[in-house]
């Protein structure tokens, strides 16, 4: 499968937080279940999940959503940005 999910460096900082581990908690759901479902590789979920992606594709993030019964609000949040 192609990659989906990217851990490349990027410029400057962002300040997106990722809640997948919360959601899949909430939803009684393991990292390995939601690969299966997805056909999201495990490493591809593990960098997102673990806030080390830095891109995720639309298709990826609408998946993940499905399955989960999900929105990307609930995914995603975004940090304060301190120097304002």
């Known amino acids: 499968m192609r990659s989906k999910v990217s851990s490349e460096p990027e410029v400057g ?12 908690a909430e939803r009684g759901m393991t990292l390995t279940e ?7 590789t495990m490493a ?5 999940k673990t806030g080390k992606a830095r891109a995720i594709r639309f298709t990826t993030l ?13 995914l995603f949040s975004i940090r304060p940005d301190t120097d304002a």
């Open 62 to 74: 609408t998946e993940i959503c499905d399955v989960l019964g999900a929105t990307p609000a609930e």
């Open 44 to 48: 591809n979920l593990s960098i997102l």
């Open 13 to 24: 900082p962002h300040r997106i937080v990722c809640h997948l581990g919360e959601v899949l």
């Open 34 to 40: 939601l690969s299966e479902r997805t056909g999201i």
